[in-house]
């Protein structure tokens, strides 16, 4: 006889215990946010012209990396949720695989259930007749066609016995029955049950992939704008620069701060002389934020040559040198004029031409030397450049080198 099975029992109860993961879907921010805020014609007539158009394209790029930044967690959030669901597809995938596998084997045994039920068919009809034609005779006729008393008793309790094999039989066909149909029940309700949780968990992983590739989309969007600032940016830069020294001759100019975000750093000395001659706690160009922040992220001081330099390099080369790149610059106590060994062990070319994108000037002079970034070349093959501190003051100023006898350019690949 078949029993229920236990681990069908068991199968059940823990599918129905299962939640399926419905992730909530993160509403995109792009929504309230304008991909269309376009790009700057990269021309200026003048120095405030050239700043406002070097600020607007600043505040946008300062907005679309915040967006970006946004859209790069929602991405890593839908992506997680794809993940989970596929995990939770495989799971119900490999339940209605054992399901699969426990119908075929329950169908085998229904099968030989029934070759066993026609046997017994067969039996039972044969008994069946025997006892109908025994019972069609009368104790004495029974009696009369017995050898002797010993085969009358026998038949008599023949005849008990195939009454009783029939009830057994009946009894047994009806149970076998009810088991069969009950698991036939339980396996239809499992298939209906992992179907529909298949469904829902597909549904939901396509809408979190929908969501991952329009975040993607518009990521791909907002990096297509910083880009497009950022060359914009370069060229007004340049023509800013140009301006300035064809408006006032040679030597250097201030005005404005570049766009260096750290243009407010305050001198963090107690007397307030941040100049070459220094003062208590922090000494020489000790410019920062209180109580005692002297460094940006990479590394370098706030409004000294290095921190511009290399700051404005980043801005349009998208390369970013920490202090830690420099050894020699370090063990020198700071001195950027040791630099070049470390720029050539970068794999940095050094020469003596000012010509090409993202080129550093390398004063190699004075006491510490001193970092440019060179902005255009005029048409006289003369570097301009914008830069901080070059008056000790921590002020941006920009110019043209006429003299550049101890200045070595550096090319950033």
Same mark, same amino acid.
């Given at each position: 006889m078949l029993k229920t099975s236990q681990k069908h029992q068991k199968l059940i109860r823990r599918l129905r215990s299962t939640p399926v993961l419905f992730v909530?879907?993160?509403?995109?921010?792009?929504?309230?946010?304008?991909?269309?805020?376009?790009?700057?014609?990269?021309?200026?007539?003048?120095?405030?012209?050239?700043?406002?158009?070097?600020?607007?394209?600043?505040?946008?790029?300062?907005?679309?990396?915040?967006?970006?930044?946004?859209?790069?967690?929602?991405?890593?959030?839908?992506?997680?949720?794809?993940?989970?669901?596929?995990?939770?597809?495989?799971?119900?995938?490999?339940?209605?695989?054992?399901?699969?596998?426990?119908?075929?084997?329950?169908?085998?045994? *229904? *099968?030989?259930?029934?070759?066993?039920?026609?046997?017994?068919?067969?039996?039972?009809?044969?008994?069946?007749?025997?006892?109908?034609?025994?019972?069609?005779?009368?104790?004495?006729?029974?009696?009369?066609?017995?050898?002797?008393?010993?085969?009358?008793?026998?038949?008599?309790?023949?005849?008990?016995?195939?009454?009783?094999?029939?009830?057994?039989?009946?009894?047994?066909?009806?149970?076998?029955?009810?088991?069969?149909?009950?698991?036939?029940?339980?396996?239809?309700?499992?298939?209906a049950t992992l179907g529909?949780?298949?469904?829902?968990?597909?549904?939901?992983?396509?809408?979190?992939?929908?969501?991952?590739?329009?975040?993607?989309?518009?990521?791909?969007?907002?990096?297509?704008?910083?880009?497009?600032?950022?060359?914009?940016?370069?060229?007004?830069?340049a023509q800013q620069a140009a301006i300035i020294a064809a408006s006032f001759g040679g030597g250097f100019h201030y005005g404005g701060t570049g766009g260096y975000p750290y243009a407010d750093a305050v001198c963090l000395n107690t007397s307030g002389d941040c100049g070459p001659s220094g003062g208590y706690p922090y000494g020489p160009y000790a410019w920062g934020y209180p109580p005692d922040n002297q460094y940006d992220g990479a590394g370098w001081a706030y409004r000294n040559c290095t921190g511009y330099a290399f700051w404005r390099l980043a801005q349009t080369s998208g390369?970013?040198?920490?202090?830690?790149?420099?050894?020699?610059?370090?063990a020198s106590g700071g001195r950027i004029g040791y630099s070049l060994p470390d720029f050539r062990k970068l794999g940095y070319v050094v020469d003596k031409d000012p010509n090409g994108a993202n080129v550093l000037a390398v004063n190699t002079g004075g006491n510490f030397g001193h970092i440019m970034y060179v902005e255009a070349v005029d048409g006289n093959g003369q570097a301009i450049i914008s830069q901080y501190n070059a008056g000790e003051d921590g002020r941006f100023s920009t110019g043209t080198l006429t003299n550049t006898s101890g200045v070595y350019f550096v090319h950033i690949r």
């Open positions: 909530l879907s993160v509403l995109l921010v792009a929504g309230s946010l304008s991909h269309g805020f376009g790009v700057f014609a990269a021309t200026c007539s003048n120095t405030t012209d050239c700043q406002q158009q070097i600020d607007g394209l600043n505040a946008q790029n300062s907005q679309a990396q915040s967006t970006l930044s946004t859209l790069e967690s929602q991405a890593g959030s839908y992506q997680a949720a794809v993940s989970a669901l596929q995990s939770q597809i495989n799971m119900i995938q490999g339940r209605i695989a054992d399901n699969q596998a426990q119908q075929a084997s329950l169908q085998t045994q *229904i *099968i030989a259930a029934q070759t066993q039920l026609d046997q017994q068919k067969s039996v039972l009809a044969n008994d069946l007749k025997t006892t109908y034609i025994n019972g069609q005779l009368t104790p004495v006729e029974m009696l009369a066609t017995s050898n002797n008393i010993s085969d009358y008793i026998d038949k008599q309790q023949a005849y008990s016995v195939v009454q009783d094999k029939i009830q057994d039989t009946l009894t047994q066909i009806a149970t076998l029955q009810a088991q069969l149909k009950g698991q036939k029940d339980q396996v239809d309700q499992l298939l529909t949780q298949q469904t829902q968990v597909t549904a939901a992983q396509n809408e979190q992939a929908s969501l991952l590739s329009y975040n993607e989309s518009q990521q791909a969007s907002f990096n297509q704008q910083i880009s497009d600032n950022k060359s914009a940016l370069t060229q007004l830069y390369v970013t040198l920490t202090a830690g790149l420099f050894p020699n610059v370090m």
